[in-house]
C-alpha cells in the first residue's frame, strides 16, 4: 500500500513512522513553514491536572501520555536517543488550599486509570522552591511525579530520520491534493504527481487551503503561541519541574542545557501573522517573572512563535474525509498535540492500514 502524508509536524512525522513500521510504502512531504507548532511547542506532557473538555478527549489524551515512554523506547531502537524527553515531574501552583486540595481529588480519582501519573503529593512553598528555586516563596503546590517534558523539533526530526531509516521517503515541497472521480489520486509536488493508494493530511493549520479547491470546509484556524526561552547560564536546570500556576493557561518548564522555557500566549483569530509582539512578549513574561522572580536577571535565548491548529471546540479531528475516499485527516490537535500527536497517529495509521478505526478515534472523526 502507498500511502503520502502531507506535513511533517509531530502528526504528519509520527503518522509515517507508524505507517512504515507497519510495512506501507510511505512518502512524506513537507514545506517547513515559519510557524510550524512543532518547533514552537513547550513539550508538556501532563493531561492530568486540569479537568479536560470530555470524557473522549481524556480517554485519548491519558492513553497519549502512557504512550511516550512507548515512543521513546522504539526510538531508541531506533537510535534516536536525542529528544529532550524526562519525567521531571509537575506541579500546579496556587497560593489557594482549596483550589489544590480540589485538582488533588481529580487526579486521584485518575490515578487507577493512569498510573503514569505516579506519585501525588501536596508540597509547601519552601518544597516548591527546593524544586523550582526561581519561583516566589508563597506557593505552595500540588505535585504529581509523572509529569513529564520533551523537545517537540527534536522529536519531529529524530521521527523523520527513523521513518526514513525504515524507508520512508521525505520530499521538501508544497503539496496539493490530487483528486480523480470523488478519490484522492496522489499529491502533486512541484507539477509532478506522486500517486497514492491513500493520502494523510497532516499539515497543521495550513490544512484547511488544501481542501477548499475540492470543495470541503475543516473548521481548523492557526492560533499563535509566542513563546520565550530564558538561559540561567551555569545552573543545573535539567531536574526542574514543569510549572502550570492555576488560575492562567500560562506555564514554565526547563531543559537540560541551562534553559527555562516560559509560555504562552494563545492568540486566536492571529492569521498566519508570523511576529513576536510587545504585547505578548508582555504577558509572557509578566506571568512567568509573577510565579518566577528569581528569573529576572535570565538572559533572553529566543522568542518561538507557532501557529495551533485549533478546531472550534479545542477537540482534535481525526479520521476520513467524507466525499473524498482514500483521505485522511489529522489535526486540531491545539495546544496539546505534542502530548496527543503520537499515539493519535499511531491510531490513524492503523485506521489507514487496516479501515478500522478505534474507538478512541471515532467521537474525533470529520
Ligand atoms: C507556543 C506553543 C506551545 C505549545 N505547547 C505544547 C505543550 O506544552 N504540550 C503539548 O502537548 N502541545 C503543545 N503545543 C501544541 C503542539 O505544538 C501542536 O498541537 C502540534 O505541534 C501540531 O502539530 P501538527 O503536526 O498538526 O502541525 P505543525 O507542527 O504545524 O506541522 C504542520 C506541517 O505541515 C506543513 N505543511 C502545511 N501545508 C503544506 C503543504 N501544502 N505541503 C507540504 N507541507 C505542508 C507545514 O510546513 C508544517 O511543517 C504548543 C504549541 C505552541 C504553538
Not at 210 to 224: A, E, N, S, W, Y
Request: hydrophobic content about 45%.
Amino acid at each position: 500500500m502507498k500511502i503520502v502524508v502531507v506535513g511533517g509536524g509531530i502528526m504528519g512525522a509520527s503518522v509515517a513512522y507508524h505507517l512504515v513500521r507497519a510495512g506501507a510504502e510511505v512518502v512524506v512531504v513537507e514545506r517547513d513553514d515559519q510557524g510550524r507548532a512543532t518547533s514552537a511547542g513547550a513539550g508538556i506532557i501532563c493531561p492530568w491536572i486540569r479537568r479536560e473538555r470530555s470524557a473522549h478527549y481524556y480517554a485519548l489524551a491519558r492513553r497519549a501520555a502512557a504512550y511516550h515512554a512507548e515512543l521513546v523506547a522504539s526510538l531508541a531502537e531506533d537510535g534516536e536517543t536525542e529528544i529532550g524527553y524526562r519525567r521531571v515531574g509537575a506541579m500546579l501552583l496556587s497560593t489557594d488550599p482549596s483550589v489544590l486540595e480540589t485538582a488533588e481529588a481529580v487526579v486521584r480519582g485518575r490515578v487507577a486509570d493512569a498510573p503514569e501519573i505516579g506519585a501525588i503529593s501536596r508540597l509547601e512553598p519552601a518544597e516548591v522552591q527546593e524544586l523550582f528555586p526561581a519561583v516566589r516563596e508563597d506557593i505552595a503546590a500540588l505535585h504529581v511525579s509523572g509529569g513529564a517534558r520533551l523537545d517537540g523539533r527534536s522529536l519531529a526530526q529524530a521521527l523523520e530520520r527513523a521513518s526514513a531509516r525504515h524507508g520512508a521517503v521525505w520530499r521538501r515541497g508544497d503539496a496539493v491534493l490530487v483528486v480523480a472521480g470523488g478519490r484522492i489520486a496522489g499529491v502533486g509536488v512541484d507539477g509532478a504527481t506522486i500517486g497514492a493508494d491513500a493520502v494523510v493530511l497532516a499539515a497543521g493549520a495550513w490544512a484547511p487551503d488544501l481542501l477548499k479547491p475540492h470543495g470541503v470546509d475543516l473548521p481548523v484556524v492557526p492560533q499563535r503561541g509566542q513563546i520565550v526561552h530564558l538561559g540561567l547560564p551555569g545552573v543545573d536546570t535539567s531536574a526542574w519541574p514543569v510549572l502550570l500556576p492555576a488560575e492562567t493557561d500560562h506555564y514554565l518548564l526547563a531543559f537540560d542545557d541551562s534553559r527555562v522555557v516560559v509560555g504562552a500566549t494563545r492568540e486566536t483569530g492571529s492569521g498566519f501573522d508570523y511576529r513576536m509582539t510587545a504585547g505578548g512578549q508582555k504577558q509572557v513574561l509578566d506571568e512567568a517573572l509573577r510565579v518566577a522572580p528569581g528569573l529576572a536577571n535570565a538572559t533572553m535565548i529566543e522568542t518561538r512563535i507557532g501557529f495551533r491548529p485549533m478546531s472550534p471546540t479545542g477537540d482534535p479531528l481525526l479520521g476520513k474525509v467524507a466525499g473524498i475516499d482514500g483521505l485522511f485527516v489529522g489535526n486540531g490537535l491545539g495546544p496539546s498535540g505534542l502530548t496527543l500527536g503520537p499515539y493519535a497517529a499511531r491510531l490513524l495509521a492503523q485506521y489507514v492500514t487496516t479501515g478500522t478505526p478505534s474507538p478512541l478515534i471515532t467521537p474525533f472523526q470529520f
